[in-house]
């Protein structure tokens, strides 16, 4: 593509899509665009409608005979989850098939609102535009179309809002609309930034709506009334969601939903309502949670990274090995943490990472206050925000000065340092990339001796990791038998590896969300990378498990973050698990 000069005026989010309106005297269509916000955050996507109007007075200014060099432009908004489109600063870059830059200017997106009289003439006409050039479904158009004309609707007896829940990045919706399951239904907010139609609903049974439409002489079509869907997050109070009927050509308001405070649920509520309606009795399928809860659990705009560190006691050699232990929201795990440094072997330093806001002063205070009695090298680091397992075992690595990383959960008790000895020079050895450790419950069973991952039914058949023996008494070893086994893989809990294959393999993904399943990919791609993943089995350590994870939301929330987790892992390794 050749632009020889080119200008986008005005922007919109609309139903999904961003709507760009400008100009080019070039010859080609643009073919992408990026975005990208002030603090560095990049979206990018391709064009996927152009259309071409008459800009009289630019062609005139270039001297083009031509006058359809207005453009109404098309692209998909997903690409850009994360940023913060509407009313941010921006910078708008337009790229060629080649991927060369052809233009760039600084930019803002607008937010279109619906009224009694449609949407103001000068943000409709470009949506006008690329509804005519088929960058909607004809259902999503036509209702697009209806708003545009200033359809206004109001609530009425045909609809009903139980609750609406904020999760993450969007809300779910959930209520009631008279024959939903035999319905052609569009759900658009007033601002057209998102609509749901079609396979984007679930419906489910609501006998008591039939009974009350039989009651009132309402034809009853079926019994399948109750309707629940996921949307984008609505950042103000008392928006409104129209519903529309869509008949082959016309569209029908149905009426609107008011998702008013009074009607707010907590996310457990919501996400229980999403499993039982969208799987039954079963979690819901892979592809549906990937539809419906992933945009929601994760389309949260990116906070910028920022940490500081408090180094409590210097250390007077270097260390051999770096503990590094996020605290998540049970500061009261400290003290055991603190008494509990004598137990590791020489050589080692501690590198606490407090990931919650909500605790940093306590924790912060607790190690000043007891500065004089620590003997061993100790930093805090004091995370800007709450990031996660992954990335706040990244900045405890960051920090950390060893050539040996020990990633340690705060709930771990250390009666028996033998085990950090055995798993040191197993790796100093070459034998393993990653050791881990039998761990056991305060009663002296098992909670974790190795991991194998198998398929799970309760996962719609995915691979999940599954713990051998957890809850039971540990078998006996043998005098004669290996103190390290090799094993598939080993919990986060306690893991051990070598900084520089840590570093080359990249880390734990950042990309699976709030803790599960990032040891079981490190554990694989350690394993595709040539070496093996060890466990020593010499005992001396316990693990109350998950004591920090039951803060970071209820069954519900736990379980959809899991589930969604296992999802990421299996498109990444179901392949090579499967052979």
Request: proline share 5%; charged share 20%.
């Given at each position: 593509m050749t632009v020889e000069t080119m200008f986008i005026d005005s922007g919109v989010v609309v139903a999904g899509k961003i709507v760009l309106t400008g100009w080019t005297v070039g010859e080609d269509d643009p073919v992408t665009f990026r975005l990208e916000t002030s603090d560095g955050r990049v979206g990018e996507a391709g064009v996927e409608c152009c259309v071409r109007f008459d800009r009289a007075d630019v062609a005139e200014l270039y001297g083009h005979a031509a006058i359809d060099v207005g453009c109404a432009i098309g692209i998909a908004v997903e690409p850009f989850a994360g940023l913060d489109l509407v009313g941010a600063p921006l910078t708008l870059t337009v790229l060629?098939?080649?991927?060369?830059?052809?233009?760039?200017?600084?930019?803002?997106?607008?937010?279109?609102?619906?009224?009694?009289?449609?949407?103001?003439?000068?943000?409709?006409w470009p949506i006008d535009l690329v509804i005519g050039g088929a960058l909607f479904a004809p259902a999503v158009a036509?209702?697009?179309?209806?708003?545009?004309?200033?359809?206004?609707?109001?609530?009425?007896?045909?609809?009903?809002?139980?609750?609406?829940?904020?999760?993450?990045?969007?809300?779910?919706?959930?209520?009631?609309?008279?024959?939903?399951?035999?319905?052609?239904?569009?759900?658009?907010?007033?601002?057209?930034?998102?609509?749901?139609?079609?396979?984007?609903?679930?419906?489910?049974?609501?006998?008591?709506?039939?009974?009350?439409?039989?009651?009132?002489?309402?034809?009853?079509?079926?019994?399948?009334?109750?309707?629940?869907?996921?949307?984008?997050?609505?950042?103000?109070?008392?928006?409104?969601?129209?519903?529309?009927?869509?008949?082959?050509?016309r569209v029908r308001p149905l009426g609107a939903l008011v998702l008013a405070a009074d009607r707010i649920d907590s996310v457990e509520n919501a996400l229980n309502n999403f499993t039982t309606h969208f799987g039954g009795g079963a979690l819901p399928s892979p592809a549906v949670m990937v539809r419906h809860v992933r945009p929601l659990l994760t389309g949260q705009s990116a906070p910028a990274v920022t940490h500081e560190v408090l180094r409590l006691r210097e250390p007077t050699a270097p260390p051999r090995l770096s503990v590094i232990v996020p605290l998540y929201a049970r500061p009261f795990l400290l003290r055991a943490i603190l008494a509990n440094q004598a137990a590791y072997p020489a050589g080692t330093e501690f590198i606490y990472v407090s990931d919650d806001p909500r605790q940093h002063l306590v924790v912060r205070n607790y190690l000043m206050d007891r500065r004089g009695l620590i003997d061993r090298p100790t930093t805090l680091v004091i995370n800007g925000g709450n990031y996660g397992f992954s990335v706040a075992n990244a900045i405890g690595a960051r920090v950390a000065s060893a050539p040996l990383l020990l990633f340690q959960n705060s709930d771990v008790w250390i009666e028996d340092g033998q085990a950090l000895t055995v798993a040191t020079a197993e790796l100093d050895r070459g034998r393993f990339g990653i050791v881990g450790f039998r761990l056991l419950y305060e009663d002296d069973t098992l909670q974790h001796d190795g991991m194998v991952l198998r398929r799970g039914r309760h996962v719609h058949d995915l691979f999940a990791a599954e713990h051998l023996g957890?809850?039971?008494?540990?078998?006996?070893?043998?005098?004669?038998?290996?103190?390290?086994?090799?094993?598939?893989?080993?919990?986060?809990?306690?893991?051990?590896?070598?900084?520089?294959?840590?570093?080359?393999?990249?880390?734990?993904?950042?990309?699976?969300?709030?803790?599960?399943?990032?040891?079981?990919?490190?554990?694989?791609?350690?394993?595709?990378?040539?070496?093996?993943?060890?466990?020593?089995?010499?005992?001396?350590?316990?693990?109350?498990?998950?004591?920090?994870?039951?803060?970071?939301?209820?069954?519900?929330?736990?379980?959809?973050?899991?589930?969604?987790?296992?999802?990421?892992?299996?498109?990444?390794?179901?392949?090579?698990?499967?052979?």
């Amino acid at each position: 593509m050749t632009v020889e000069t080119m200008f986008i005026d005005s922007g919109v989010v609309v139903a999904g899509k961003i709507v760009l309106t400008g100009w080019t005297v070039g010859e080609d269509d643009p073919v992408t665009f990026r975005l990208e916000t002030s603090d560095g955050r990049v979206g990018e996507a391709g064009v996927e409608c152009c259309v071409r109007f008459d800009r009289a007075d630019v062609a005139e200014l270039y001297g083009h005979a031509a006058i359809d060099v207005g453009c109404a432009i098309g692209i998909a908004v997903e690409p850009f989850a994360g940023l913060d489109l509407v009313g941010a600063p921006l910078t708008l870059t337009v790229l060629d098939a080649a991927g060369d830059i052809v233009h760039a200017q600084a930019f803002a997106m607008a937010r279109l609102v619906v009224g009694p009289d449609g949407v103001a003439a000068d943000q409709r006409w470009p949506i006008d535009l690329v509804i005519g050039g088929a960058l909607f479904a004809p259902a999503v158009a036509r209702a697009l179309q209806w708003g545009l004309d200033g359809g206004c609707a109001v609530e009425t007896p045909h609809i009903f809002l139980d609750s609406w829940a904020r999760v993450g990045g969007g809300v779910i919706v959930s209520g009631w609309i008279e024959n939903a399951a035999t319905r052609q239904l569009v759900v658009l907010t007033d601002t057209l930034d998102a609509a749901r139609a079609g396979s984007d609903l679930a419906t489910f049974d609501r006998p008591d709506v039939a009974d009350a439409m039989r009651r009132r002489g309402a034809a009853v079509e079926t019994s399948h009334h109750g309707f629940l869907t996921t949307l984008p997050l609505v950042d103000r109070e008392n928006a409104l969601l129209f519903v529309l009927a869509d008949h082959g050509g016309r569209v029908r308001p149905l009426g609107a939903l008011v998702l008013a405070a009074d009607r707010i649920d907590s996310v457990e509520n919501a996400l229980n309502n999403f499993t039982t309606h969208f799987g039954g009795g079963a979690l819901p399928s892979p592809a549906v949670m990937v539809r419906h809860v992933r945009p929601l659990l994760t389309g949260q705009s990116a906070p910028a990274v920022t940490h500081e560190v408090l180094r409590l006691r210097e250390p007077t050699a270097p260390p051999r090995l770096s503990v590094i232990v996020p605290l998540y929201a049970r500061p009261f795990l400290l003290r055991a943490i603190l008494a509990n440094q004598a137990a590791y072997p020489a050589g080692t330093e501690f590198i606490y990472v407090s990931d919650d806001p909500r605790q940093h002063l306590v924790v912060r205070n607790y190690l000043m206050d007891r500065r004089g009695l620590i003997d061993r090298p100790t930093t805090l680091v004091i995370n800007g925000g709450n990031y996660g397992f992954s990335v706040a075992n990244a900045i405890g690595a960051r920090v950390a000065s060893a050539p040996l990383l020990l990633f340690q959960n705060s709930d771990v008790w250390i009666e028996d340092g033998q085990a950090l000895t055995v798993a040191t020079a197993e790796l100093d050895r070459g034998r393993f990339g990653i050791v881990g450790f039998r761990l056991l419950y305060e009663d002296d069973t098992l909670q974790h001796d190795g991991m194998v991952l198998r398929r799970g039914r309760h996962v719609h058949d995915l691979f999940a990791a599954e713990h051998l023996g957890k809850g039971l008494p540990p078998e006996p070893i043998a005098a004669d038998a290996a103190m390290t086994i090799g094993v598939p893989a080993v919990t986060g809990a306690m893991m051990m590896i070598a900084r520089d294959w840590y570093d080359a393999l990249g880390g734990f993904d950042p990309g699976y969300v709030r803790g599960d399943f990032e040891d079981a990919d490190l554990c694989l791609r350690s394993v595709a990378g040539g070496r093996p993943v060890g466990l020593v089995r010499t005992g001396g350590m316990r693990h109350l498990e998950r004591q920090s994870l039951v803060h970071s939301g209820g069954d519900a929330l736990r379980s959809a973050i899991t589930y969604l987790n296992c999802i990421r892992f299996n498109a990444r390794w179901h392949e090579d698990l499967a052979a």
